[in-house]
């Protein structure tokens, strides 16, 4: 059971480390094209990771119910699917309306 | 172990949160509240497991559908300016 618990710590941690790096890259980076470029992987793949360690840590530490699990992966197979498209639309509406990209020795925009 | 990784999730939404409040121009504030959104769906996972309540793991699923729908007609609003047109 303590093999188990230190697996399900390893991949929260490794999720939330990969969230840090989106909302930081969502903060510090200087363009619309290049903050996206960095928070829709990182989000995508954090969020993946905190719920797979979820559903490690139900199957050993809750067995009497199961459909959790698959309400679970049914979330994380979801996120995997709509999270970039949603991302990629709003990229895609907003090179149509022209927003130009940054370029080197421009200012923050 | 939950309750730390709760409040480290609210941490973050609350750094997306600076760049959907000062983003300059309105792609930046909905690319940031997609963000946000996607943020929340885990935060509400992890506080069914905080309260030990199984009603918490249904309203994820719901929650990341209206996030994923409100974010491609935001989207489609704003490349088209009109959002039905016939």
């Excluded at chain 1, 490690?56 to 197979?77: A, R, S």
Aim: aromatic share 14%; net charge positive; with cysteine.
């Amino acid at each position: 059971m303590l093999l188990v618990d230190v697996i399900v710590a390893i991949l929260l941690t490794s999720g939330m480390f990969f969230m840090f790096v989106g909302a930081i890259g969502l903060l510090r980076l200087p363009d619309f094209y290049t903050r996206l470029h960095a928070t829709g992987k990182c989000d995508t793949l954090g969020e993946g990771l905190i719920i797979v360690g979820l559903i490690i840590y139900h199957l050993f530490h809750y067995p009497g119910t199961p459909l959790v699990t698959v309400k679970l992966l049914f979330l994380i197979i979801f996120i995997f699917i709509a999270n970039p498209t949603a991302i990629h639309a709003i990229v895609k509406a907003a090179y149509r309306r022209g927003l130009k990209p940054w370029k080197w020795g421009e200012g923050r925009r | 172990m939950f309750l730390v990784i709760g409040l480290l999730i609210v941490v973050t939404i609350l750094l997306c949160l600076y760049r959907a409040v000062v983003g300059p121009g309105v792609f930046n504030r909905v690319a940031a509240v997609n963000v946000v959104g996607t943020k929340t769906v885990v935060l509400l996972v992890i506080m069914g497991y905080i309260f030990e309540r199984p009603l918490f793991f249904d309203i994820p699923l719901l929650y990341a559908m209206l996030n994923f729908i409100g974010t491609l007609v935001f989207a489609k609003y704003l490349e088209r300016g009109e959002l039905c047109s016939w």
